[in-house]
Every structure is written in structure tokens, then in C-alpha cells.
């Protein structure tokens, strides 16, 4: 019987051939750091470690907004576009509404028809059947492999619904909310909260008989920003009218990303924010470890039904049940 490899010459072999941004390894590498086996997990993590220097290099977007504001059609127009100037682009997504419906991968890849045959492009759509919390933390890790891959333009895309798209704004560097055409109704519906967590708004869709109605949208979309504390004191975030269909407005929707990039960098926000980023993302995983150790403990196993019905019947205080659960916990 042939001897299979250990875990270091797995991890080894597979730093290789992303580092010289072989497509089938890199393929191979994310499908490792997918893997919920728990062999598979210290492999994964050599993997990373062995890569980790060559990371960091990609300008990281993300691209956030309602379902059907045309994020994929977006992020195919304005690959195309990068690609023709140059760059290697990486997609990637996370979409919980995968998670719930099976996915919607199939409709992404035919959205992103032209950009999924170009060889400067590799798109990867969100594992499924996870947590929200697990998708998000295998997609940064994702990120770091196609930067080690040498793809220079990470685009994530994201439903803009809540903790999704809080978890992209954690690990890019610039954050896009795209918005459908005609204010009034649509502003009044659109949280606050996706206003606030974008550096670029975009109207979308700004083709055909909707362009006026894209640009008074657009125009309301600015006013409102004035009342929202800016992010970062040297950024208002601007808004912009696009059409990812016909391509207008995409030129100076880079344009303004790269604005963006710029003033990160010159002003140190974007070391700044990344060693924040990086810090968060290890602290929400050793919340993640800690708390699935504490439901795998006997003793807590063994109490935790109970406790709750307790707490639920309002038999016992909540304050009460939790120094129990974590005695138990403490005890093992
Ligand atoms: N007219 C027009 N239609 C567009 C434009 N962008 C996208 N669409 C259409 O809007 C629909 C939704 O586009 P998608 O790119 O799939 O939207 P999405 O935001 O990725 O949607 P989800 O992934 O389902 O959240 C498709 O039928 C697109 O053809 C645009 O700029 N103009
Ligand atoms: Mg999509």
C-alpha cells in the first residue's frame, strides 16, 4: 500500500504550487481550509502559516447590497475590466441565503459567465451548509490563499443583510454598497446601518428609462450620508451612479476605490485597519474554539438541557444558570 503523505508534506506541497499560483492547488488548498474535519484542521493552519509572508498584497473589496441589486453582474463588468488592465481578480462570496436555499452558485457562475472562463480570474462561490461564522472565517482564509496565488484585486461579494456584510466589512479594505434606482421608498427601507459600514455607495442599474431616477437617488443617497459620522476623518464616502449591464460609470467607480486605497494608505489607516482586522478575527476564533469546548464538556453536556428549561421557566435566574454552566464547565 502506498504511504500517504504526512500532514507537513500535504501542507507543503500545496504552499507550493499556490506560491506559484498553480489554479488546481489553489483549488485544492481552499477545499482544505474548507474542510470541517478535524484532521484536516492543524494541516490547514501549516498551510496558512507557510504562505503567511506572501500575503497582503491584493487591494480588498468588498461588494454588498439587497438580493437582485446586481452585485454579480457588477463584479463580472468590473473584472473584465481590471483584467484588461492588468490585474489578476479573485470573487469570492459569502451569502448565507446559500446556506438556507442550497446555494446560489450556479446562478453566480452564470452571472459571472465571462469573467469564470478567464484565466486572470478565479472565482470561488461560498461554501454551504455552515454557520455564518464558519463561511465568513473560511472565506478570509480564502482571500489569503489567492493573494499568495498572486491575484492582486480580492472582490467578496455579500447579501446586505446584517452580519454578513459586518463580517466582510472585517476583513476588506474597502467597502462598496450598491442601491437599486429610485429614492423616496427604497432610502426609507435601506438600514442605516449599510450606509454607515460603506466607503462607496453606488446606484446600480442606471440604464435605459431609469438614469434620472438612478441620479435623484443617488443625489438623496449623498444627503443622507452628510449626517452619518465618516468612518475615517480624511473619507466622506461618495456616491456614484453605475450601470454594471452597459458599463457605465464602472471606469469611475474604480477611480474612486482606488481614491479610497490611496488615501488608506498615505494616512496609515490601512496598516491600522488590517492589524485590527487581523487581531478581531483571532479573538472571534478563540470565541468560537472556547465555546465549542464549552458545549463538547461533560459536565456541562450533561447539565445544559436542563439548565436551560430552567432559565426558560423562569425557575432559575440567568445570572445563577451561567456561573452553574461554567463551574461544571471549570470542573472538567
Ligand atoms: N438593467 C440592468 N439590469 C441589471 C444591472 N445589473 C444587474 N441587472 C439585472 O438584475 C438581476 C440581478 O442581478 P445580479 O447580478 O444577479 O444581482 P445580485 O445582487 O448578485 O443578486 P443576488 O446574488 O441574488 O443577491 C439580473 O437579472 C441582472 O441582469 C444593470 O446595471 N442594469
Ligand atoms: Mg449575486
Known sequence: MAQTPSGNERAAALAEGVLEGNRTRLAQAIT????????????AQALLGAVLSKTGGAQRIGISGVPGVGKSTLIE?????????????????????????G???LGDKSRMERLSQTEAAFIRPSPS?????????????????CEAAGFDVVLVETVGVGQSEIAVRQ??????????????????????????VGDLLAVNKADG????????????HAAAMRYLRPRHAEWIPKTLVVSAETGAGIDELWTAISEHRDMLKASGSLEQQRAEQATRWMWSLVEERLLRTFHESPGVAAEL?????????????????????????GGD
Open 103 to 105: 446555494g446560489s452558485i
Open 209 to 220: 428609462s431609469r438614469v434620472n431616477l438612478a441620479r435623484a437617488a443617488a443625489r438623496d
Open 305 to 329: 438541557d436542563a439548565t436551560v428549561r430552567a432559565v426558560r421557566e423562569g425557575e432559575l435566574p440567568p445570572g445563577l444558570a451561567a456561573n452553574r454552566l461554567l463551574d461544571l464547565f
Open 129 to 145: 451548509a455552515t454557520t455564518l461564522g464558519g463561511v465568513a472565517q473560511r472565506t478570509r482564509e480564502t482571500m489569503l490563499l
Open 32 to 43: 482544505l481550509v474548507e474542510s470541517t474535519r478535524a484532521e484536516d484542521a492543524p494541516v
Open 171 to 196: 476583513m476588506v479594505d474597502t467597502f462598496v454598497v450598491l442601491l437599486l434606482p429610485g429614492a423616496g421608498d427604497e432610502l426609507q427601507g435601506i438600514k442605516k446601518g449599510i450606509l454607515e
Open 77 to 101: 463588468t468590473l473584472g473584465l475590466h481590471l483584467i484588461e488592465a492588468g490585474h489578476r481578480v479573485a470573487v469570492l462570496a459569502i451569502d448565507p441565503s446559500s446556506t438556507l436555499s
